[in-house]
DNA sequence: CGCTTCTTTGACGAAATTCAAAGCGTGTGG
DNA sequence: CCACACGCTTTGAATTTCGTCAAAGAAGCG
């Protein structure tokens, strides 16, 4: 298998990773999961839980530049990002790469599947990755009977939406690098880390990719911001100065 | 009341638009919905049918200009075009519209509320448009006891991923505008409308607010494309001469 | 250590925005 | 009914900006 492809490879079952019993570290576990919310609320309890676990299959680790999925693979199941940082991506006719989004532990990818029944995108691994899988057939079947479930999954598939317009909104690279900027801090800070000071898992190409600059904008830009005093800036790894004015460049709608 | 805060305003219910009994007429009503393909299915039937029927509140008409929601109002319900061309938008800090997309009849608005319960654009009329509206928690009580109805809800959000993503993919004028063109022209046309010649039911600057360039842009792209024969271009009346070369220059992705 | 890939920097040119102005339709009010 | 005003659209010219090209430096990896 090419080094680039292990795609589900090295797959472990959640049975082995996580012996059965519904105690405190299986807590722990999945706190970080974007379904945490349906886990721990007190209406399901445990044997909701015991249900959901059936459904879960952690992969992993995957290593840089590994696949998760292809874009036109079959969907049968959505993923949740444990740990590590995935992109994910299409390549144009002409062989270019246009990077989606970058998605971080607790955040779920492959949704835009759901309608066409096959990926839409291809989902790379950036780091050091880790993945929950959920047939989406079962846990839409348990949703029926666990309301409060299904609801997360409507706010889940509804998030993307807006995730997906957030980068609609703006047009300068000054805008758009200071939108990427505020919205990965903003991130990082919902999952508990820095929100000033953190690593760039993802090449400035990817970032380029990402905002639809070329990369030499990216690396002015960057270096502008820190001209400016707006960030301090050491290869990837970045500190927000002052939030309040990058915060004015990208100039969120209010 | 402002003339362009109609809003909800002239309000008719199901019940005075359509007399209570399932028949024929009934069920070319909502022809043209999103949901059809659910209160078609032989799966659902009549009893469900008439259940999904309570939930529906018949909007309109409205006419140009109208605010169909506005940023930030609680989200209650979601809505569904049933005549006309709707734009949902942001307006920047600098006062500057964005428009997100355009929505033609059998297609949803406002689903990115879901997930923050408040909508997260404005909805305008273009033209005279009809609306019907469902309450999003009494549709999603009804998805939990039919299950085809959670599996179109689902598929439904999961498309407007897809489409908020279908901009991301170009850079040039050229390709925006293609892509653009090809992509207005096959949803009329999923809708039984002419694929080739239509009306552009925006102004100039909704497509460059739209596209993220200047109406002069704008402007001077559809005269290149009518001069390179791509296509005819009358005021706000399109036909496609071309469509190959269109959908090159689109460089759908693959 | 040498290769590859990523990143930065400078110079240049193509391209889109901006500025300015005129043409065109539509609706309003005299 | 006509004249006028307003907004939308088109066109031209000037300016700015970002992408392209070229090249050198830095970092990661076998």
């Not at 989406?136 to 993307?160: G, H, K, M, N």
């Not at 990965?184 to 000071?197: C, P």
């Amino acid at each position: 298998m090419h080094p680039r492809e292990a795609r589900f490879a090295r797959r472990q079952c959640a049975a082995t990773a996580c012996d059965g019993a519904v105690d405190d570290a299986r807590l722990n576990f999945c706190m970080a999961c974007a379904f945490s919310h349906v886990c721990l609320s007190q209406g399901i309890g445990v044997e909701a839980l015991a249900q959901l676990d059936e459904l879960i299959d952690h992969v992993g680790p995957l290593k840089a530049g590994d696949v998760i999925f292809r874009k036109g693979d079959s969907f049968k199941s959505i993923a949740a990002v444990r740990a590590g940082t995935v992109k994910t991506c299409v390549i144009d006719r002409e062989g270019r790469e246009h990077v989606l989004g970058f998605h971080l532990p607790g955040e779920v990818i492959g949704l835009s599947a759901i309608d066409e029944s096959h990926y839409r995108c291809t989902a790379v691994a950036l780091d050091t990755v880790m993945i929950c899988q959920f047939s989406f057939d079962r846990i839409s079947a348990l949703a029926t009977r666990v309301p409060d479930l299904q609801q997360q999954l409507f706010r889940l598939i509804s998030r993307e939406i807006g995730n997906a317009t957030l980068m609609m909104g703006d047009w300068s690279p000054d805008q758009r690098m200071a939108v990427f900027l505020m919205d990965f801090s903003r991130r990082l800070a919902m999952r508990g880390f820095s929100e000033k000071r953190f690593q760039l898992t993802m090449s400035r190409i990817d970032i380029a990719n990402y905002l639809r600059l070329a990369p030499e904008t990216v690396s002015r830009v960057l270096k502008r911001f820190q001209d400016d005093g707006l960030a301090r800036i050491d290869k990837r790894e970045i500190e927000l100065l002052d939030r309040r004015r990058i915060g004015a460049i990208a100039n969120v709608v209010p």
